[in-house]
């Protein structure tokens, strides 16, 4: 079981916007670290796609954004295109047990 | 560009210490980044390992602590993997990674399968 929690699949249509959320508590997200997200393409090694809640490494279209909240953070997708299709994991630090920690991931399927 | 190189597939016997090495080109494995170990089970999620800081000094999951041993060659800009008494459980993809001091991955190898039979 993933410390942190996200949903197991959201879908939507080309064009659409989808949003994943990502559930901490008290030790991880809400404590105030960070909350980042990777995409992984089918048979790929993951690649980071937010870090910092909101920020884009270079080459990341501004179609994806993060944003935190509490001890929650979310992931939006808008203008979705079938090569979205991955998934994404969200990604933070535990000071309870002193370790990067990560969700469970979540597949975009788009339909 | 700093690019990550795992080894190939690897097969590993039960109870035996499981051993790969990251390759790091393009960037001093000397500079103020953490080297990481990442590993993702078959169809499953992935699961934070540990990392070294190039003088040495480690961090791991406590879950896999008592079993990981993370180590870092500078003369060779490589760092090393070692888990001991594999299981079953331990078959999985295992991502090399560079690890920021803010806490997330930036640049990630392509993954080594490894099977424990």
């Known amino acids: 079981q993933s410390v942190l929690t996200q949903p197991p699949s959201v879908s939507g249509a080309p064009g659409q916007r989808v949003t994943i959320f990502c559930t901490g508590i008290?030790?991880?997200?809400?404590?105030?670290?960070?909350v980042h997200w990777y995409q992984q393409l089918p048979g790929t090694a993951p690649k980071l796609l937010i870090y910092?809640?909101?920020n884009r490494p270079s080459g990341v279209p501004d179609r994806f954004s993060g944003s935190k909240s509490g001890a929650s953070a979310s992931l939006a997708i808008s203008g979705l295109q079938a090569e979205d299709e991955a998934d994404y994991y969200c990604?933070?630090?535990?000071?309870?047990?002193?370790?990067?920690?990560f969700g469970g991931g979540t597949k975009l399927t788009v339909l | 560009q700093v690019q990550l190189h795992e080894p190939g597939p690897a097969l590993v016997e039960p109870s035996e210490t499981l051993s790969l090495t990251c390759s790091v080109s393009?960037?001093?494995?000397?500079?103020?980044?953490?080297w990481g170990w990442i590993r993702q089970p078959p169809g499953k999620g992935l699961e934070w390992i540990g990392y070294?800081?190039?003088?040495?000094?480690?961090r791991y999951n406590p879950s896999l602590k008592s079993r990981v041993t993370i180590s870092v060659d500078t003369s060779k800009n490589q760092f090393s993997l070692h888990l001991s008494s594999v299981t079953a459980a331990d078959a999985a993809v295992y991502y090399c990674?560079?690890?920021?001091?803010?806490?997330?991955?930036?640049?990630w190898g392509k993954g080594t399968r490894v099977t424990v039979s």
């Open positions: 990674a560079r690890d920021r001091v803010d806490y997330y991955m930036d640049v």
């Open positions: 393009g960037h001093s494995i000397s500079s103020d980044y953490y």
């Open positions: 070294v800081y190039h003088s040495g000094s480690t």
């Open positions: 008290s030790s991880n997200i809400g404590a105030g670290y960070d």
């Open positions: 910092g809640n909101n």
């Open positions: 990604q933070s630090y535990d000071t309870s047990l002193t370790a990067r920690v």
